[in-house]
């Protein structure tokens, strides 16, 4: 814990006053603030440190820095794992984290067993460019995961009226506590997920004689998205906001069964595909009906079958561009297909003609279709 911490030989006896980190604080406000500062100190924060965190208005986070914080240069890392130093600070950047100095202590032993580990897949075949693709894609999950679960640590545990030195010990307590209970969960996740992925990949005799796996497939891609989203940015408050784009990804989430995968939400929007368009419309659908069972805004969404290529756990081609501009030309609370969603799933929904669309980037005007579920009486 935060007082097992060795104490180093700076003065404890700190004017903190005089450098300015007690300015404006009075009564017992300024008595946690000292308390919290002489803490910091004697156990090795230098003033400058201090000085920064208080400017920053992040002083009670400092003894988290301390608990998750590094301990070796990535030179040290290099000499006990082999994997190169400038290999590791490259992993760091490609993370979206600062690129460390030559002397910076920035590396963990969780650190030493990943430059291990990456050691170890580039041993057995990976080259580079594949450690590059999956290091980027880690980065911007993690870097989400870390910001959520930022988020409902302070949710949870911030009380009202607390003072500050009282915060940072407890907070500090916590995050040593429940930081190390995170890891079953990440690769519990992260299993299932492979395991999902495995079973729906392809190999078989087109791909053993290849020796790559296919390209574009068929897929059927939908986009949606919250309608106005942009223009509530002015009308409600930004934590309102938040909220409307998690129950987006939330409902998305919940819809999102085999054979139709939930593929990425970001803000107002979310992306799913599927080998058949005939479920894609039904999660379409079932997820208009959700928001409207809400009474939350409307969605809309846009739904192209065509060839599809995976990359770096994303899809690209002609049927993610179509869907994402007919979900553009969409009207709220629809559901807009083409032609080949609507002649792979006719007899499934109700449909009627929504007209000839000039998109963005297609040669030629499209015939598109709005889907419903059936009703007693449709053909």
């Given at each position: ?16 006053a ?7 604080m ?20 230098s ?7 208080v400017a ?21 890392i ?5 994997l ?12 979206g984290?600062?690129?460390p ?28 460019e ?17 910001a ?8 949870t ?8 030195e009282?915060?940072?010990?407890r ?42 796996v296919?390209?574009a497939?068929?897929?059927?891609v939908?986009?949606?998205?919250l ?16 909220t ?38 039904a999660?379409?659908?079932?997820l ?13 969404v ?24 007919v ?5 709220p ?7 080949e ?11 009627s003609?929504?007209g000839?669309?000039?998109?963005k ?19």
């Amino acid at each position: 814990m935060l007082a097992d911490v060795v104490i180093v030989g700076e003065d404890p006896q700190m004017d903190f006053a005089a450098h300015g980190l007690l300015d404006g604080m009075e009564g017992e406000e300024r008595a946690q603030r000292e308390a919290l500062l002489a803490r910091l100190h004697r156990e090795g924060f230098s003033v400058g440190e201090l000085t920064r965190a208080v400017a920053e208005n992040r002083l009670a986070l400092l003894p988290i820095d301390r608990i998750l914080g590094g301990t070796y240069t990535a030179a040290e890392i290099e000499a006990q794992t082999g994997l190169p130093a400038r290999t590791m600070i490259r992993i760091r950047r490609l993370q979206g984290l600062p690129e460390p100095g030559p002397g910076d202590r920035v590396f963990s032993d969780e650190d030493i067993e990943a430059a291990r580990s990456t050691k170890l897949f580039l041993d057995a075949g990976f080259d580079e460019e594949r450690i590059i693709d999956i290091t980027r894609v880690l980065g911007e999950g993690m870097s989400r995961l870390s910001a959520t679960i930022t988020a409902a640590f302070a949710e949870t545990f911030l009380r009202a009226g607390e003072g500050e030195e009282d915060v940072a010990l407890r907070f500090a307590h916590l995050a040593e506590r429940l930081t190390p209970a995170l890891a079953p969960i990440l690769v519990a996740g992260f299993k299932a997920h492979l395991r999902d992925s495995v079973a729906r990949g392809m190999l078989g005799p087109t791909e053993l004689v290849a020796g790559d796996v296919a390209g574009a497939q068929d897929m059927a891609v939908a986009f949606a998205d919250l309608v106005g989203f942009t223009r509530l940015g002015g009308q409600i408050e930004v934590q309102e906001l938040g909220t409307l784009a998690g129950r987006l990804a939330r409902i998305s989430a919940a819809l999102a069964e085999a054979p139709v995968r939930l593929v990425k939400t970001i803000g107002d929007a979310a992306m799913f595909v599927s080998p058949e368009p005939r479920p894609l419309v039904a999660v379409g659908l079932a997820l208009l009906a959700a928001f409207e069972e809400e009474d939350l805004p409307s969605v809309r969404v846009g739904i192209a079958y065509g060839p599809a290529a995976i990359r770096v756990g994303d899809y690209y081609g002609n049927s993610v561009n179509l869907a994402s501009r007919v979900t553009g030309v969409a009207r709220p609370g629809t559901v807009l297909c083409t032609k080949e969603v609507h002649d792979a799933a006719t007899d499934a929904f109700a449909w009627s003609q929504a007209g000839r669309y000039r998109l963005k980037g297609v040669s030629r005007p499209l015939t598109l279709f709005r889907a419903r579920r059936r009703r007693p009486g449709d053909d």
